[in-house]
């Protein structure tokens, strides 16, 4: 009976050892499953979440606490810091648990990257109009320049999200590019041992 070469695929995600989390085992068969990711709040895009999280309620604290010379632009300023401070939250508490490893169906890095385009947008329009209408209002005009602070703290997110991907497919691609050349040149029997390694 002959057998031949299958492909065998594995995965490591970056920020845990290669046995922790989903695929390490049955559930009470292994003493490195856990529910938090230890390593997750050390990473640089964590830190950048919390700083973001920050700057985002010290200018909603800033606009909340004075007093409004128009109501429809801070209400508005209002809406956009608390719905991007709640979105980053998610995404924290999501990476944090573990949640991206979990629920494969949702394209996470999409999905996060959609969010900081649109969060960011919405947070510099609200910014600006926050300047232009808090006529030397001390508390307005800090809750208008932390409202620019966070806009730069999620512009660099994006920036990042954007330049992890780039790297991620590309090293992604050079890795299937040199599985073909090996497998013009290998050995069937050789060429799964090197898969299995790879």
Known sequence: ??????????????????????????????????????????TQAA????????????????????LWTSY????????????NLIMI???????LFRLPRVLTCISWPLSELLHYLIGTLLLLIASIVAASKSYSQNGLVAGAVFGFLATFLCLASVWLSYKISCVTQSTALGRSTALNSLRKTQPSSNLSRLEIRS
């Open 1 to 42: 009976m002959s057998h031949g070469a299958g492909l065998v695929r594995t995965t490591c995600s970056s920020g845990s050892a290669p046995g922790d989390g989903v695929g390490a085992g049955p559930l009470g068969s292994s003493s490195s499953v856990r529910l938090l990711d230890p390593v997750y709040p050390r």
């Open 47 to 66: 830190m950048l979440k919390v700083a973001q999280m920050a700057t985002l309620l010290i200018a909603f604290i800033c606009v909340r606490s004075s």
């Open 72 to 83: 429809s632009a801070y209400s508005y300023f209002e809406v956009v810091t608390i719905c």
């Open 89 to 95: 939250l998610a995404f924290y508490l999501a990476h």
